[in-house]
């Protein structure tokens, strides 16, 4: 899946280029509309195809390779579409890109100048890390979810790199007086295991950061002295970290799954209302914030916006000055943030769906 720098690459190397954007609704449970994306299919076709019929000969051409190539891509799909959307860009009879998304996709189909990449603004989200971690004094597993998929990548032992303690046991038994005046072979074992605890949360400190990246979410569960302990060396990531002790090593791969799943969408509408509550803030102060149509397009023309905020109810409903305005945003490598829910409806009430934090405010 596009990454969003992966998508401006994209976007800005075919910028002047005639493009067909399809993009195809794949939610469906129906066995009796098994194939009705396929209908569907031809419909959008044939209405871009009638949109080309006043142009030349060679764009014509140029757009009955793209549709064949599209059309051949597809091909490879008997009944229901994998996943719940699609989308493929093609120039001539090249596609530039194709896959099957995790998100639904409105069914649309656009040939033009450059690609159509409103729509894949909701799908960037896909690609946004989620690390879980859960541990408790002697163990920790870490997860990644990204793209839907859940992967365990690692598993830290707090005692392994310490060597057996049954051996410290061993020793102590056959020793006439103990390392430490009035300690037991038992206060030795727990000593050590407070050590190697302690190289695991150093260790965890090291990984999650890593693993998250710069935008990624993390969850930590796991015993509640063990999701303190992880969470406090975790501070630097802020409000990207969640605590939920609710989490236990016993969980199944699958209760993990959803786990981290429920915590991603709970941080992602976190997030959004703290980023609304930001640019509504630096908006109404004169700061470095614009809201509505005309001072985000403003903004965007002098290439002054760092990131664009659209509603998912712009996005969907204005697919066209939408797709403008992303294009107008990744010229400029500014972020794009697709707000829904509380946050989509708020931006919508107060913003019209549209505003933007600015690098600057002239």
């Known amino acids: 899946m596009l990454t969003h720098n992966g998508l401006v690459d994209l976007y800005r190397n075919n910028r002047d280029r005639r493009v067909l954007s399809v993009y195809l609704d794949a939610d469906a449970h129906d066995p009796a509309e098994r194939s009705a994306w396929r209908r569907v299919l031809d419909h959008l076709l044939d209405d871009a195809r009638a949109a080309v019929n006043g142009e030349s000969a060679a764009d014509r051409k140029a757009f009955d390779a793209a549709s064949q190539a599209v059309r051949a891509e ?66 920790a ?20 790199a310490l060597g057996d303690l049954s051996d410290v046991n061993q020793a102590k038994r056959a020793s006439t007086h103990s390392g430490v005046r009035g300690e037991t072979s038992t206060d030795a074992a727990h000593r050590f295991l407070e050590v190697g605890t ?112 659209l509603s998912r109810r712009f996005l969907l409903d204005r697919p066209a000055l939408a797709d403008h305005f992303v294009g107008l945003a990744f010229e400029q490598s500014a972020d794009v943030e697709d707000l829904a829910g509380d946050a989509g409806e708020r931006l919508d009430r107060e913003a019209g769906g549209i505003a933007a934090m600015l690098r600057y405010r002239l």
Not at 112 to 121: D, K, M, N, R
């Open 74 to 139: 597809l091909g490879r799909f008997d009944a229901f579409l994998p996943d719940r959307g699609w989308v493929g860009f093609a120039n001539g009879g090249d596609m530039l890109y194709a896959e099957s998304l995790r998100v639904p996709m409105p069914s649309l189909a656009r040939w033009g100048e450059g690609l159509l990449v409103a729509p894949y603004v909701r799908a960037l989200k896909q690609s946004r890390p989620v690390v879980t971690v859960l541990a408790d004094s002697r163990q």
């Open 141 to 160: 597993r870490l997860y990644r979810y990204r793209d839907a998929t859940l992967d365990q990548v690692a598993e830290l032992e707090a005692d392994t």
């Open 198 to 309: 302690e190289r695991m949360l150093k260790q965890l400190a090291e990984r999650v950061p890593e693993l998250a990246g710069n935008d990624g979410f993390v969850v930590v569960g796991g015993t509640p002295e063990m999701v303190a302990a992880t969470a406090g060396r975790l501070g630097a990531l802020g409000d990207r970290v969640t605590e939920n002790t609710s989490l236990h090593l016993a969980l199944s791969h699958a209760e993990v799954l959803a786990a981290t799943e429920r915590a991603a969408t709970e941080m992602s509408a976190r997030l959004g209302d703290a980023h609304l509550d930001t640019v509504l803030d630096a908006a109404r102060s004169r700061g470095r914030g614009c809201l509505g149509r005309e001072e985000t397009e403003k903004a965007l023309t002098e290439r002054r916006v760092e990131t664009l905020f």
